[in-house]
């Protein structure tokens, strides 16, 4: 089993609730709830978000398909590249359309945390485990 590893690992302060890092944290939880190793998934989020400076849904939203398959082969994210960049596209458009490009909506939207967890597992390749990631530290700050 792998260590989880934490928003502060990555550089993510989550602590002000602050939208980027929030985004971040859910850009982070995203790749590492894929059956691929930790270490492998940090390093896929900091080629995208350090690196090429992808740190919001706008921001990611202007990438192309294949731009985001060599971020993610750069990290040696490999085995699901192609269909994690298309499900990180889809994340950021059904964010920006739906939500303003911001994790705070999706909050106001929702009822409690039980709903805004159901929202969150409406993106396409957010299942159990990405929610279960993401709300192990951010829940403190939304809810």
């Given at each position: 089993m792998n260590?989880?590893?934490?928003?502060?690992?990555l550089n993510i302060d989550l602590q002000g609730g602050e939208e980027t890092a929030l985004f971040k944290w859910l850009l982070a939880s995203f790749l590492m709830g894929k059956r691929i190793q930790g270490a492998i998934a940090a390093k896929a989020y900091q080629v995208i978000?350090?690196?090429?400076?992808?740190?919001?849904?706008?921001k990611l939203a202007h990438c192309s398909h294949r731009q985001l398959?060599?971020?993610?082969?750069?990290?040696?994210?490999?085995?699901?590249?192609?269909?994690?960049?298309?499900?990180?596209?889809?994340?950021?458009?059904?964010?920006?359309?739906?939500?303003?490009?911001?994790?705070?909506?999706?909050?106001?939207?929702s009822a409690d945390r039980q709903a805004f967890e159901k929202r969150l597992g409406e993106f396409e390749g957010i299942g159990p485990k990405t929610v279960e990631i993401f709300m192990r530290e951010a829940a403190a700050v939304l809810f």
């Open positions: 260590k989880a590893i934490s928003a502060h690992e978000v350090e690196q090429h400076q992808r740190d919001t849904p706008q398959v060599v971020m993610l082969g750069q990290a040696h994210y490999v085995r699901y590249d192609e269909s994690t960049a298309s499900r990180l596209l889809a994340l950021a458009h059904k964010l920006n359309a739906e939500y303003d490009g911001k994790i705070g909506n999706i909050v106001e939207a």
